[in-house]
């Protein structure tokens, strides 16, 4: 299980050279010998300050402590390369943890991976969960409003803290959404001598001297008007902050068909108004990326707080006016038009940056707009659509259908 030496390899093999080492809080304890002859044999040892003060006794080589940010240390490391290199990490290095950058620098013949139980899987004993059944949720490094996508009743949630803050944040949060009586279970420092594990419900959270090392175990109850983010797409209206610069509901369920979204894939929503596309597209899979084009700063504003609201912190906003804030943007799978789209040279930037096989949609209510959707269909083809939405409303003394403004759709896939 050793490193081996670029000497002792034959011409052509791969050296694993880079060691991967999960380091649990009970220390150099609860290392195999094998872990323990590579971190002797290390010419560089790399870790957190905690991850090398467990290990200090069998440090031989050079500690490096990770700089902030971490990709600082790679350059480092990666000049190293063929001579034994051993990154330490907290449990299962490829569970939210460091394997997946290096992974990304180091080839996997090259890279030796020892891990142990993830923090979630200890979380997960201790609760006597199943971990196929609950959702794994990291906090450390991200908004708090990542949670809120996951907030279903009778959830179960394992979420790994910020620090010893990160507990009565979601506490409060969880009471503002009508999710005061979910339980949260506070682990901290697990599989060493300090743990400890704590319950308390939301709404009379009152746990102090949280270890800054801990994870959180929740179980969500929901009261009747509490707020969850349903499932399905075309959420209702009044979950979006707006000025009237929104995609209704139905017709935003029908245009996330069209767009069509993919696991991983990146949408450009230009004219991105309260942002309701973009985020219902984010909300689609936490691996979805999105980009909205605005040039009304007090919309691009709005969007971010409903992002925020709605469990897509990640949505990039850029503040600018199509095309010219298109230039430099990654090439996106997908383009939706929601605004602007008769503005000179808008469609030209977008069809041209879209990749093959991309779809873009354009909605339409203006007849100028339409127009040009209609000449546009001519040369590129795909599909043109009438939508048409009405709702019942009082006439009078009796009720009466009121159609809401019909929507050119426009539905393309690039060659």
Do not use: C
């Amino acid at each position: 299980m050793s490193a081996q030496p670029a000497d002792q390899v034959s011409p052509g093999a791969p050296v694993r050279w880079l060691s991967l080492i999960g380091i649990g809080e009970d220390g150099i304890a609860g290392l195999t010998e094998a872990a323990r002859v590579l971190v002797r044999s290390a010419e560089l040892v790399v870790g957190g300050e905690r991850h090398l003060a467990l290990a200090a006794e069998l440090v031989r080589g050079r500690s490096l402590a990770w700089p902030r940010p971490m990709a600082l240390a790679f350059p480092e490391i990666t000049a190293h390369r063929g001579r034994p290199v051993v990154v330490l990490a907290t449990g299962d290095p490829f569970h939210y943890g460091v394997g997946r950058m290096l992974a990304g620098l180091v080839p996997a013949d090259e890279i030796l991976s020892l891990p142990q139980p993830s923090s979630f899987s200890l979380a997960a004993s201790r609760l006597a969960w199943s971990l196929p059944d609950l959702t794994p949720v990291t906090l450390h490094g991200r908004p708090l409003a990542t949670v809120v996508r996951h907030l279903q009743p009778g959830a179960r949630i394992l979420a790994l803290s910020w620090d010893e803050t990160t507990p009565r944040k979601l506490a409060e949060l969880l009471v503002s959404r009508g999710l005061g009586d979910s339980r949260i279970h506070v682990l901290e420092a697990l599989g060493g001598p300090r743990e400890n594990v704590r319950q308390a419900v939301a709404r009379d959270f009152d746990l102090g001297n949280i270890d800054p090392l801990n994870l959180i175990g929740l179980e969500v109850v929901a009261a009747a008007d509490a707020t969850v983010v349903p499932l399905a797409p075309g959420l209702d209206d009044a979950l979006f902050e707006h000025d009237g610069q929104l995609t209704k509901r139905d017709i935003r369920a029908v245009t996330l068909a069209a767009l069509a979204p993919r696991q991983g894939e990146l949408l450009w929503d230009i004219g991105l108004g309260a942002g309701s596309v973009a985020i219902e597209w984010l909300l689609r899979h936490p691996a979805m990326r999105a980009i909205g084009i605005e040039d009304r700063p007090e919309r691009a504003a709005r969007a971010a707080r409903n992002a925020a609201a709605l469990g897509t912190p990640d949505l990039r906003i850029v503040e600018g006016r199509a095309p010219a804030a298109l230039k430099d943007l990654p090439a996106p799978d997908a383009v939706f038009v929601g605004g602007g789209f008769s503005d000179e040279g808008v469609f030209e930037a977008a069809w041209a940056a879209l990749r093959p096989g991309g779809r873009l949609v354009v909605n339409a209510v203006a007849l100028e707009t339409e127009a040009r959707l209609f000449a546009l269909h001519a040369t590129h083809g795909g599909e043109l659509v009438r939508l048409q939405v009405s709702r019942a409303e009082p006439v009078g003394t009796m009720t009466g259908w009121r159609p809401a403004m019909p929507v050119t759709q426009w539905r393309v896939s690039k060659p």
